[in-house]
């Protein structure tokens, strides 16, 4: 083949390629603007729902905050004698009362024959009566 064969064919490419390119290089670009917006879409999207789900977060941690202190609170002996008195209207002990049994005792049959449990009931006044 010789040199002049050579420079003929790249003429005649060179001459169709402009044709064929300029619409390929739009038809490229087209769809590169058309993914950059799709993904751009898609990347804010995502932005809001970090931000949705962070105060989401938040506002779960400020739950636990509240309850781990209400907890502390109700655990506490000040907070026990609080919902005693509150919410079970309990009041605090005017004397204490011990029974004594023996082992005996806790057969119905023995128990009885041997006497009434009352007369081994003893009552002392609480130190602490108010």
């Known amino acids: 083949m010789n040199i002049w064969a050579i420079r003929e064919t790249k003429l ?23 993914v950059l ?19 989401t977060k938040q506002n779960w941690q400020r739950d636990i905050q509240l309850i781990t202190a209400e907890i502390a609170t109700a655990s506490s002996l000040n907070g026990v004698e609080r919902q005693a008195k509150e919410r079970l209207k309990m009041t605090p002990a005017g004397s204490f009362i011990y029974v004594t ?7 119905a049959s023995t128990a009885a024959t041997r006497g009434s449990v009352r007369n081994k009931i003893q009552t002392f006044p609480s130190s602490s009566a108010r």
Request: cysteine-free; aromatic content about 12%; hydrophobic content about 50%.
């Open 101 to 107: 049994l023996d082992h005996k005792s806790y057969d």
């Open 37 to 55: 917006l799709v993904e751009t879409g898609y990347v804010t999207s995502v932005g809001y729902d970090i931000q949705r789900l962070d105060q």
């Open 12 to 34: 005649v490419l060179i001459s169709y390629r402009p044709v064929l390119i300029l619409p390929a290089v739009a038809l490229f670009l087209v769809l590169l603007f058309v």
